[in-house]
């Protein structure tokens, strides 16, 4: 059964760094990429970025300054990192691929 | 960067009615592998968003078949046909065709 699952910080302060993991399972990263979207509260979808199955990444073009999308395959989990976040980035993050979604994480960032 | 513009932003319908979303693309979203990436997804409230529609026209795997796609190039459309009352949520469009992938704003369906 494919299944994702993200994980990570629920509050994180302005300035500072966020850090999320998708864990996946039921498939090998290695053959399928895994994207990252989120929702800020009340709003519509934004698609963050992508690691494809050969290991390259692409990401939204603004974000790309602050956005790194890495992987372990061996342990079958993708990494987000975004830094510099303002309130702007509160939101649910969630990671997906194709059909599949997890549940999402909630960050709100605050101080 | 490719924008999808959704219509309408709302919609109310009620049960067993049929009920159409446009999806227009700034830009054409066939592939030069001669696929056209644009899928249809179904946001229930507080829950993940579901994929219903892919490849324009593709029905997925365990949805009911009163879901239909259609279109070409620029424009795209969802149609549902006959409304259930478990159909209500937020109704996006999203293109893979482009680099970086854009969702529309969404089109909010109620029950009347």
């Known amino acids: 059964e494919v299944q994702l699952k993200e994980s990570g910080p629920g509050l994180v302060q302005p300035s500072q760094t966020l850090s999320l993991t998708c864990t996946v399972s039921g498939f090998s990263l290695t053959d399928y990429s895994v994207h990252w979207v989120r929702q800020p509260p009340g709003k519509g979808l934004e698609w963050m970025g992508v690691?494809?199955?050969?290991?390259?990444?692409a990401y939204n073009s603004a974000l790309k300054s602050r956005l790194s999308i890495s992987r372990d395959t061996s342990k079958s989990q993708v990494f987000l990192k975004m830094n510099s976040l303002q309130t702007e980035d509160t939101a649910i993050y969630y990671c997906?691929?194709?059909?599949?979604w997890g549940q999402g994480v909630m960050v709100t960032v605050s101080s | 960067d490719v924008v999808l513009t959704q219509t309408p932003p709302t919609l109310s319908a009620t049960i067993g009615q049929s009920v159409s979303i446009s999806c227009r693309s700034s830009q054409s979203l066939l592939h030069s592998n001669g696929n056209t990436y644009l899928n249809w997804l179904l946001q229930r409230p507080g829950q993940p968003p579901q994929l219903l529609i892919y490849?324009?026209?593709r029905l997925e795997s365990g949805v009911p078949n009163r879901f239909s796609g259609s279109g070409s190039g620029t424009d795209f459309t969802l149609k549902i046909s006959g409304v259930e009352a478990e159909d209500l949520g937020v109704y996006y469009c999203?293109?893979?065709?482009?680099?970086?992938?854009?969702f529309g704003s969404g089109t909010k369906l109620e029950i009347k």
């Open positions: 997906t691929r194709g059909p599949y």
């Open positions: 999203v293109q893979s065709t482009h680099a970086p992938f854009t």
């Open positions: 690691m494809w199955s050969g290991g390259s990444t």
């Open positions: 490849l324009v026209s």
